[in-house]
């Protein structure tokens, strides 16, 4: 019991930052309907800067963080606004190209400037674990939950409590009566993909410290994310959150029970996109569109 | 000086030329109905005026040039648009339509005051106002565009083809209401309409639109009793 209960903490913690990640996607998704692809590899890039901030420059974790955040998200507008905007007018796969393009760069940058190595990255967790009715509990795992809710608090609030948040639901949903009422629809797809780097920024500093920070570090996490978005509901933001809380359990438990599918843990997930979209394509808490024809 | 002027202008939709330089005028406080036959370019020419289309020509809002103004811009710059199919974001709330409305606005407390005033007009909207604006009848639907784009406080309102789909009698509601609204509130109104003798009733002045360009224009009265126009808009 106690390390079925061990599990389901790490599961979760796991989970809280593919649930990050996730909502990364499905954020994108919400407004363009197309994933982008690069979502992971900006994660790194964010993760390798708060990084460079603290351990080259001493800057303290909190500052750090911060920091990255706000590099992810500028940084995702700009490239919203320089690189991808040329592309929205034509067909979609276009634009999924470019998101396939900015994912090698985005990669190969990483690589260019701070090499293949595989690095430690600080954590503000202690390392200790507490003993909580007699099962430990790793605080590191306990702050990665934490941080993971508050952050997918902060952006349910952001949607459903404010004026931006509800202009940018808007802009996504109606785009042309968007405009008629002063929405500019454009602003509101940088504002989009900057909320959404920002997001997954979160995933890959959570992850860094038991991944080990380097250029590859997200592309299977943002495999786990895809399985977690499609779990949930590829529109739902709720359904992100779940779906990745849900997957990250999953995995932890087949890694624990079920040994010969320890390493097989990737398959899993895949297996479970697949699962899904054949039992029930709109996800767990997606709602199914009805057209009228 | 007008509220609205436009000199020449053209609109297409790729190779479709849909005005072929149409010039108008809408003064301060006045509704201007836009009549004609289908496919004579009457939305197109509200559609060019808030941006919403290629244009070419001269459009002059308050004084000041729109050429290159974007939709969103123009919205701002106090003209509101009340689109073809109403617009309503039917998966929002009734409240959260009004309060996209005001979306523009920074002056919070006379926001606050204007959704009383825009209750006053609509009673029905303040009963459905948690409600999710897609389950609301044509008619409710219709008097939420409106108000949604009165929340704006715009100079000028662009309606089109208010009374599409809706039983007479919430028609007859919902010209009174733009009727009151013109006169209390001095908002402008540039109305289109296929029901020319109903537009005419309330309007002070109109245009014809035929083919993409205006066939005829003048005062609402006038215009109500020319034969040509009786014969081939108001049916008898």
New interface residues.
Partial sequence: MTFFLQQLVSGLAAGGAYASLALALVLIYSAMGLVNFAQGEFAMFATFIAWTLMVNLGVPYPLAFVLALGFAMLGAAAIERLIVRPFERGPQLGVVIVTLALLSITNGMAGFIWGYVPRAFPTPFPQNPVVIAGVYISIQDLGVIGVSLLVLGLIYILFNRT?LG??M??AA??P??????????GGMLAVGWGLASGVGAVSGILLAPSLFLEPNMMQQVIIYAFAAAVLGGIESPIGAVVGGLLLGVLLAMVGAYVQPLADLRLAVALLLIVVVLVVRPSGLLGQVHVRRV | MALLELDAVTADYGPIKALHGVSLKVEPGEIVALLGANGAGKTTTLRAI?G?CNRGGRITFEGRSLRGV????T??RGI??V?EGR???V??TVW?NL???A??RTDKEKVSTDYDLIFGYFPILKERRDQHAGTLSGGEQQMLAIA??LM?RPRLLLLDEPSLGLAPLVVQSIFEIITSINADEGVAVLLVEQNASLALKIAHRAYLLETGTVAASGDARTMAADESIRRSYLGY
Avoid: E, F, I, N
């Fill in positions: 004026k509800l202009a639901r808007t949903l109606y042309d009566s968007a405009r008629l009422l002063g929405v500019s629809v | 808030s919403t974007a939709a969103h811009d919205a701002r509101g648009h689109p617009g309503t974001l998966q929002l959260d309060r996209m409305g979306y523009t949604r784009a704006a």
